[in-house]
């Protein structure tokens, strides 16, 4: 007897169910009506409605980072799927496993500009890993399962599969996913021990070794974290993380130097920039770490771990790349430094952790407090100890916010921070946050926000209060776009074109009407209590927090310029310090 | 990396031959041109047509050129793609053949149309098609003489040019 016939939108619900997807997050439409139909008559996933697609997929991504899992989306033909476009760019960018369906126009329409027909696949080859558009329902349930393993191996990354409506009324029968390998598509995971072998001996002869980490520790999962942790332990080393990888090793941890980068502090980066053996834990030597990338860490050998080779001399060339999954490189390190009993130079280490604590004592997050006005960096410092011990997720939209909630938020544990990386999306954090929500019903997850960032995706709002998600928007309102009006300041002389925010809402107002909780807090004495209430109230929460219109977010390597050349605060004056050259970068 | 090159010959500009296996499947080829296009690099020739139609699989010739760096780069990309089985840098592997088809039209009568057919002769070029006044000439070579001979024909009536662009394989017992 053949396996009884099911139909295309059936296919794929079997088919998410056996990738174990529990949620989706969608918005409906004519070509997907049939998977919306399917969803109707079945319990076991979850659909949350969001209201605007780009959404769906930041909630995706949210989810995904903070579970580890693959995150799934669902939106339909032309619109829905150019509205996924920026969301799908955002995941790829920063290495997120999601698999975006998307309904299409059916098979014999498609090319016709049919109503609501776009070339998904054309426009989201770029934006995605991979991308597949199903032309007959028997390649369907193969294609689902693929997409999943796409998504999820070597480097995490977008899947779209674009799915006509014909497809998903057509019958055939159900396969199951496949244990065998890809054909074509299998990443190296574990490393060449002579890799890990050239590695070791190097980080033996280190005098001023760091340990410069980042997303891939996350991507690897909660066991490269604890190895990460323990071989920084046990060499002794100094250790700093990108934006992406906060979390990995302990904030708290006294070998933990801070974020580097642009935005990074004084230590991480002068530390870089004087090491001799830098131990590269899935990074990828962005423009914003590296600043220069002439004058990047002259004068040190570089270890490069990393799941994806073409991201190895791609911006900065290194001596000992090691291919392969974080887990199974960090331990390979670890097994073979204890086995060969290995211990760096104790004078010399020391001497090393001597001149970072003199790079410690400029103290680079200091600020001016005062009573008159809320500081940003206070109100996220009194945020910080009111989660303090609690299960926390942070996430964040992009610009000054983002770079202040990275230097002073406590992250002590991966999966905890969701943050636009690459891509630097404005809008991303509301969603994230739903997504970090909906996988963690029980716990704390704020969204530290800008005014203007927060205007992207603030139609979230609605998405967080239908499904009674107590997510926390902290909103750090400046009237400005405070990183466009920061910039202008120091680089165009402080010609602030259309960076104010103009015609603001009320946003306790705007929360109310939502049906969610507004709160303000305008002056210094109100910060504590705010937030309390924030985080007691279990419900959806926005915060209007008004602080200091005019701060800016140092320290600051300006654009061009490497690591050592970092301002520190207002006094310094970038105008004349900045070449030309460096003004035409991002 | 140990064969990372010196600082004297990283920026030095050299010519690769890559060639690329891949699934033939639809939009592939868009995939490995819109790598190059989206990532900048150089396309100089880009061939490509199925090689075993019952595996359905495809073989695309790349030549392309950029520093150390950027070859590495290239071919690291290429071999991240799905659909992408193997990329092989034949100008890094030892020796191997190019070969490129030419079709080359001219027009031209008297002592021009002579001297076209006996270069032509000297090039062993064929004449796949002649009236009173035309002929095409199908040429195959390597780049250099394909390039060689249409400088030469442009000299003597030339009208129109259709080249493949550049296949190759390696010398010796070993496949891709």
Redesign the interface.
């Known amino acids: 007897m053949s396996d009884p016939k099911l139909t295309g939108a059936d296919i794929l619900i079997k088919a998410l169910r056996d990738e174990g997807v529990e949620v989706i997050f969608g918005y409906p439409g004519g070509a997907v009506l049939p998977i919306y139909d399917a969803l109707f008559k079945q319990n076991d996933i979850r659909h949350i409605l969001v209201r605007h697609e780009q959404a769906a997929v930041h909630a995706a991504e949210g989810y995904a980072r903070s579970t580890g899992k693959v995150g799934c989306v669902l939106v339909t033909s032309g619109p829905g799927a150019t509205n996924a476009v920026t969301g799908l760019t955002d995941a790829l960018m920063d290495s997120i496993p999601v698999v975006c369906l998307t309904g299409q126009v059916p098979t014999h329409l498609i090319g016709n500009d049919a109503f609501q027909e776009a070339d998904t696949t054309g426009i989201t080859r770029p934006c995605t890993k991979h991308n597949y558009l199903i032309k007959h329902v028997d390649h369907l349930a193969r294609v689902v399962h693929e997409a999943f393993y796409v998504a999820r191996s070597g480097r995490p990354g977008p899947v779209v599969v674009d799915i006509p409506k014909d497809v998903q009324f057509a019958e055939c029968a159900y396969v199951e996913p496949q244990v065998t390998g890809h054909k074509t598509y299998r990443p190296q995971t574990r490393p060449d021990p002579v890799r890990i072998d050239q590695a070791v001996e190097l980080m033996a002869t280190a005098r001023r070794a760091i340990f410069y980490t980042g997303g891939g520790v996350i991507n690897s999962g909660p066991a490269a974290s604890a190895l990460l942790t323990k071989l920084v332990r046990m060499t002794g080393f100094p250790c700093t993380s990108t934006l992406m990888g906060l979390g990995a090793f302990p904030a708290s941890d006294p070998q933990f130097l801070g974020m580097l980068g642009m935005h990074g502090t004084y230590e991480a980066n002068l530390a870089m920039h004087g090491c001799d053996v830098m131990i590269n834990v899935g990074a990828r030597f962005d423009d914003r770490v590296t600043g220069r990338i002439a004058d990047f860490a002259p004068g040190s050998k570089k270890i490069h771990i990393d799941i994806d080779p073409s991201s190895i001399n791609k911006n900065v060339a290194v001596d000992v790349p090691v291919v392969g999954d974080c887990t199974y490189v960090l331990e390979a390190i670890i097994e073979l430094w204890q086995a060969r009993h290995k211990r760096p130079d104790q004078l010399a280490l020391k001497q090393w952790w001597a001149q970072i604590d003199q790079w410690r004592k400029k103290d680079c997050l200091r600020y001016e407090h005062t009573d008159k006005v809320i500081k940003p960096q206070f109100a996220l410092e009194r945020l910080r100890e009111a989660i303090r011990g609690r299960d926390h997720y942070i996430t964040t939209e992009v610009g000054q916010h983002q770079m202040w909630a990275a230097q002073f938020l406590p992250f002590d544990q991966p999966n905890r921070w969701m943050t636009s990386g690459g891509l630097g999306t404005m809008g991303y954090g509301l969603p994230a946050a739903i997504g970090a929500q909906v996988a963690h019903p029980d716990a704390l997850v704020i969204d530290v926000a800008g005014e203007a960032s927060i205007q992207m995706n603030i139609q979230e709002l609605a998405t967080a209060v239908q499904y009674r998600l107590p997510v926390k928007v902290l909103i750090m309102n400046n009237q400005w776009m405070g990183m466009v009006r920061q910039w202008q300041e120091l680089l165009h002389g402080s010609r602030f074109s259309e960076s104010y925010s103009h015609a603001l809402p009320d946003f306790v107002k705007l929360a109310e009407a939502y049906g969610a909780v507004g709160l303000r807090a305008s002056r210094v004495d109100e910060v504590d209590d705010v937030i309390a209430e924030m985080i007691e109230t279990p419900r959806m929460v926005v915060v209007d927090m008004r602080v200091d219109q005019k701060e800016n977010c140092y320290p600051m390597i300006p654009g061009g310029r490497p690591h050592n050349e970092m301002l520190l605060g207002p006094a310094e004056n970038v105008d004349q310090a900045t070449p030309e050259q460096g003004m035409v970068l991002v | ?1 140990s064969n ?1 090159p010196s600082a004297a010959t ?1 920026d030095a500009i050299c010519r690769h031959t890559i060639s690329v296996l891949v ?1 033939n499947e ?2 592939v080829l ?2 490995v041109i ?1 790598l190059f296009s ?1 990532r900048g690099y150089n396309i100089e020739s880009l061939t490509v047509a199925e090689v075993d139609i019952t595996q359905s699989v495809s073989r695309i010739t790349i030549v392309t050129s950029g520093t150390r ?1 950027i070859i ?2 290239i071919k ?2 290429l ?7 193997r990329v092989r840098d034949l100008t890094d592997e030892g020796r191997f053949i190019e070969r490129e088809l030419v079709l080359v039209k001219v027009a031209e009568t008297g002592e021009k149309r002579i001297e076209a057919l006996r270069i032509a002769d000297i090039f062993k070029a064929r004449v796949v098609d002649a009236t009173l006044s035309s002929f095409v000439f199908e040429l195959t070579g390597n780049g250099e003489e394909v390039s060689d001979f249409i400088g030469l024909m442009a000299q003597l009536g030339l009208v129109d040019v259709s080249r493949t662009g550049v296949v190759a394989i390696s010398r010796g017992p070993g496949g891709l």
Not at chain 2, 79 to 85: A, G
């Open positions: 990396m990372m990283a699934d639809p939009g868009a995939r819109g989206g760096m590495e780069q690291a990309q071999d991240r793609l799905v659909p992408v089985h």
